[in-house]
């Protein structure tokens, strides 16, 4: 028997209670502790240490402790009767110890990203984002060389890749919430340091991708035709032919890409971002060199383009999948979820894939009311559209660097809102630069060097038409990316999804009024409010006075409600 003096989490020291003398407690004693008959212990913390006093005992009743008062500028008092001076030296050593980690840890925290000037924190979060970068890169480019490729072969089938790229890479934003549920789940239990539950978890959700896939690869293989032909109208039931064989042949690549998609999560919740981006850029080397002999070479047009970009995904995918086990886990290891926890990953997710769903849609509405307008517009609007697309990811490690280190922000142990609004300050400035280059070099290659997309000049004409809103719509992304990052932090979801599903009501209503009007110059005016819109609702709330950077009760609101589930 003793007591345990905690001088920290890790720092304990353990006195014999035969060295105390201990007396029988009168009912008029300073302190009287009722202790249990089985082992327990009762902490004494002091406001100006930040310790704790721990005394264990098992098997006593009633008994009087002597206890000291140690703060700040105080040693351990040495009027404790019947404690050796050995005791007393060891525990002077581990308090002056322990001062020293403290001093250490607050010259840390002056270097951490929440307490740098704008521009140290911008250099930060530029060093951050660089491999994040690349990662988001890699799935629109697969797409763009594609169109590179067979933009140069046929304007038909060019055509053909609007509606085929919506069934097979917009619907795939639809299972981001794999993504998110993932990240966060492995996050969690990395802070636990629990490595079974961390196993467990991506066991399950690998389950849940592949399952996934494989509904999808069904549903193509079912109903894909049907789809194209809905989506494209009867103007254009030539391009369906075409647009059907590229989905059919990329459908074999569905179970893979979302096995694929958990596993990466699961690597950058561990911090771990060049494992994927390893395996990306080979899928991507792969893709260019497949679609040049394909269909250059070869001549297999839409389909030779296709066939290369599902052998890069399953590439992609596999490698995904061995940087796990690389890391010691069981990749292969699939586990049926229970009730419990599918109801668990879609009460996580399913803000997050209401948000997504009203992007999708937008972008499916975007094209399907652009392919009612002929052949030629069609192709220049799939190449306008896979530019955007290659241009705005660009925004995405913003929001990922927001939802890095905005959390601890808010809902950490140095919460401190000041620092966030501070950080907050520096993604908007980041992400209205990198807005400003994008719409400026994007608009360009377009306006400039339109052959690099097809030799065809009608197709370049109609490009050139919608140039300003193209640059409008491009320019106010990576900014409104970081914001709604900054939501998905603070946990704000509830208004996130709704009020971009209120962006898709309205802005659907804009698009079909300015699409039968002005035709697709009408179609990108009305995407360059979308983006306007979420850009304007999303920085409302932060800067809101009840929002998460300048009302405590919001944040401790939701601290409460993460500390229950």
């Known amino acids: 028997m003793g007591f345990e003096l905690l001088v920290s989490p890790r720092s304990t020291i353990r006195i014999p209670l035969r060295k105390i003398p201990i ?3 009168p009912s008029s004693t300073p302190l009287n502790l009722h202790l249990p008959r089985y082992s327990s212990a009762f902490h004494f913390q002091n406001a100006n240490f930040p310790s704790n006093l721990c005394l264990a005992t098992s098997g006593i009743k009633h008994y009087r402790f002597v206890t000291a008062c140690v703060n700040r500028t105080q040693e351990l008092i040495d ?9 007393e030296d060891e525990i002077e050593q581990i308090f002056e110890e322990q001062e020293e980690k403290r001093d ?6 002056k270097m951490e990203l929440g307490s740098q000037t704008i521009w140290d924190q911008m250099k930060e979060i530029v060093l951050f984002t660089g491999p994040a970068t ?28 609007g509606p085929a790229t919506v069934v097979c890479d917009y619907m795939s934003y639809v299972f981001m919430f794999l993504s998110i549920a993932t990240s966060n789940m492995v996050a969690t239990a990395l802070a636990r340091q629990n490595r079974e539950e961390l196993q467990h978890h991506i066991s399950v959700l690998l389950f849940v991708g592949l399952v996934c896939g494989f509904i999808m690869l069904l549903f193509t293989k079912l109903l894909g035709a049907a789809t194209l032909t809905a989506f494209t109208g ?10 059907n064989t590229y989905v059919q042949i990329r459908g074999f690549a569905w179970p893979a890409l979302l096995v694929g998609w958990v596993a990466q999560s699961a690597s950058l919740g561990m911090k771990d971002s060049w494992g994927p981006l390893k395996a990306l850029a080979a899928a991507s080397f792969l893709n260019v060199i497949g679609a040049i002999v394909l269909c250059r070479v070869l001549g297999y047009g839409i389909a030779g383009a296709a066939w290369a ?5 399953v590439v992609a995918g596999y490698m995904m999948i061995q940087n796990l086990n690389k890391k010691g886990f069981n990749a292969y290891a699939f586990s049926i979820p229970s009730g419990k926890e599918i109801l668990a990953i879609l009460g996580l997710a399913a803000p997050v894939f209401i948000t997504m769903i ?22 220049a609007h799939q190449v306008m559209v896979q530019t955007f697309c290659m241009c705005t990811v660009w925004g995405e490690p913003l929001s990922q660097t927001a939802q890095s280190f905005i959390p601890e922000l808010i809902f950490g142990v140095n919460r401190s809102l000041a620092k966030g609004r501070l950080l907050l300050r520096s993604l908007l400035t980041i992400g209205a630069i990198i807005g400003l280059l994008l719409g400026i070099v994007g608009t360009s290659v377009p306006w400039l060097f339109p052959n690099i997309f097809t030799p065809d000049q009608m197709i370049a004409r109609e490009m050139h038409k919608i140039l300003i809103p193209f640059f409008i719509a491009l320019s106010v992304t990576p900014p409104a990316l970081s914001l709604e990052g900054t939501l998905l932090a603070g946990r704000d979801l509830r208004y996130l999804s709704l009020s971009m599903s209120g962006c898709f009501s309205l802005g659907a209503v804009v698009l079909w009024f300015l699409s039968t009007r002005y035709g697709l110059q009408g179609c990108w005016f009305a995407l360059a409010g979308f983006q306007w819109a979420r850009f304007s609702m999303a920085l409302q709330r932060v800067l809101s006075p009840n929002g998460m950077f300048y009302s405590e009760g919001f944040s401790q609101y939701k601290l409460q409600k993460l500390s229950t589930a």
Request: hydrophobic fraction near 50%; proline fraction near 6%.
């Open 23 to 25: 007396q029988k407690s």
């Open 79 to 87: 009027d404790v009767p019947g404690i050796p001076t050995e005791n």
């Open 104 to 109: 250490v840890a607050r010259k840390i925290e």
């Open 134 to 161: 690349a990662l988001w890169i890699c799935g629109p480019l697969m797409s763009l060389i594609d169109t590179v490729v067979i933009g140069h072969g046929s304007s038909i089938e060019l055509a053909a890749l």
């Open 234 to 243: 009867p103007k254009n039931a030539h391009v369906v032919p075409a647009a």
């Open 309 to 313: 970009t599902l052998v890069s995904q």
């Open 358 to 379: 009203s992007k999708v849609a937008f972008y499916a509405l975007l094209i399907y009311f652009a392919t009612s307008m002929g052949t030629h517009t069609m192709a």
